[in-house]
T-cell receptor, first 111, second 114 residues
Framework: SQELEQSPQSLIVQEGKNLTINCTSSKTLYGLYWYKQKYGEGLIFLMMLQKGGEEKSHEKITAKLDEKKQQSSLHITASQPSHAGIYLCGADLQGAQKLVFGQGTRLTINP | DGGITQSPKYLFRKEGQNVTLSCEQNLNHDAMYWYRQDPGQGLRLIYYSQIVNDFQKGDIAEGYSVSREKKESFPLTVTSAQKNPTAFYLC?????????????FGEGSRLTVL
């Protein structure tokens, strides 16, 4: 089973709509990272969350960390075609000396 | 400009052949990583190195080998022992050793076994 579970695995939304992607850990989180990837390319760092309750925003993307639930959510407001791609969460987990990744969420924006 | 360079971007190999993927960084980062990406499975760690001349196996090291002779370079060899080598390979680096922190990724190398 995955140590980091992302949901949904795939998401299709109409341009201009809001959306949320979740990332849930089975272990204690020591740091949570969100990345975006366009197909066939490398990952681009979006945001890092380290403290429970922390919330960060970059343009129309907001990420929150819920320490009690061991979960992070990524919220996009008024989605645009440029938001399309694969979103991956990565985490420093208890006992791990490496970054563990979720399976990714493929986001499609329909015009 | 500082960054991570992977080469080649696309590579085709016949079964039974070894192939080496290059990863070079000029960010002066201590830690370097190799991940494999398959559809629907996210990224899985192959090998990582936190310092020159030292490296550790990740979750799926079988059939792969690495070296870290220089701080800037962390090449990955996909050997003929790797049973399903067709995948997208990503190299990353981090300024922090003994932990993780933000990873900086290369553009990836797509290996196809014919």
């Amino acid at each position: 089973s995955q140590e980091l579970e992302q949901s949904p695995q795939s998401l299709i939304v109409q341009e201009g709509k809001n959306l949320t992607i979740n990332c849930t850990s089975s272990k204690t989180l020591y740091g949570l990272y969100w990345y975006k990837q366009k197909y066939g390319e490398g990952l681009i760092f979006l945001m890092m969350l380290q403290k429970g309750g922390e919330e960060k925003s970059h343009e129309k993307i907001t990420a929150k960390l819920d320490e009690k639930k061991q979960q992070s959510s990524l919220h996009i407001t008024a989605s645009q075609p440029s938001h399309a791609g694969i979103y991956l969460c990565g985490a420093d987990l208890q006992g791990a000396q490496k970054l563990v990744f979720g399976q990714g969420t493929r986001l499609t924006i329909n015009p | 400009d500082g960054g991570i360079t992977q080469s080649p971007k696309y590579l085709f190999r016949k079964e039974g052949q070894n192939v080496t993927l290059s990863c070079e960084q000029n960010l002066n980062h201590d830690a370097m990583y190799w991940y494999r990406q398959d559809p629907g499975q996210g990224l899985r760690l192959i090998y990582y190195s936190q310092i020159v001349n030292d490296f550790q196996k990740g979750d799926i090291a079988e059939g792969y080998s690495v070296s870290r002779e220089k701080k800037e370079s962390f090449p990955l060899t996909v050997t003929s022992a790797q049973k399903n080598p067709t995948a997208f390979y990503l190299c990353a680096s981090s300024p922090r050793s003994g932990g993780t922190g933000e990873l900086f990724f290369g553009e990836g190398s797509r290996l196809t076994v014919l």
